[in-house]
């Protein structure tokens, strides 16, 4: 893991990274995933240091499903939170879980910026959100003005 890194006002340094991890994977067993049973935990660090953690949650009606990256993306919202700084990603796969395309817009949309661990049983791979999903769609290629 990368030491002492800056993200969004936040020192992201490897203590806090592995901090966010216990988080994800404590998260994780609370999953929600008769279907899959594929278990995702996030927890998400905004800037304050506050830490939000979030589960997958699926339905029988596949499409409301909630990923866990969403989970803790939108309850950090919920509580006036809207600028994160690092995310952490577990699962059960020993490869490192990488969020959706759903997610990684819900990414973009905050914290483009954001570094995210993705877990897997023996390693970690961190990205910024922005270089998850390249060539994003944004507010910025609407026509409209956004303060009406």
């Not at 950090?76 to 796969?93: C, L, P, Q, W």
């Not at 490192?96 to 791979?125: I, K, N, T, W, Y």
């Amino acid at each position: 893991m990368v030491n002492d890194e800056l993200t969004a006002g936040v020192i992201v340094d490897d203590e806090l990274k592995k901090k966010l991890i216990e988080h994800a994977r404590a998260a994780q067993r609370n999953a929600y995933a008769p279907y899959s049973r594929f278990r995702v935990g996030a927890a998400l660090l905004a800037e304050d240091g506050s830490i939000y953690a979030g589960f997958n949650i699926e339905n029988s009606s596949y499409p409301a499903t909630v990923c866990a990256e969403r989970v803790a993306i939108y309850k950090a919202i919920s509580e006036g939170r809207k600028a994160f700084a690092a995310m952490a990603v577990t699962s059960d796969s020993p490869l490192p879980c990488a969020p959706c395309g759903v997610c990684r817009q819900v990414m973009m949309e905050f914290a483009p910026e954001m570094r995210v661990l993705m877990v897997g049983q023996d390693s970690v791979v961190e990205r910024r959100a922005k270089d998850l999903l390249p060539l994003s769609f944004g507010a910025d290629h609407m026509s409209h003005d956004r303060d009406e």
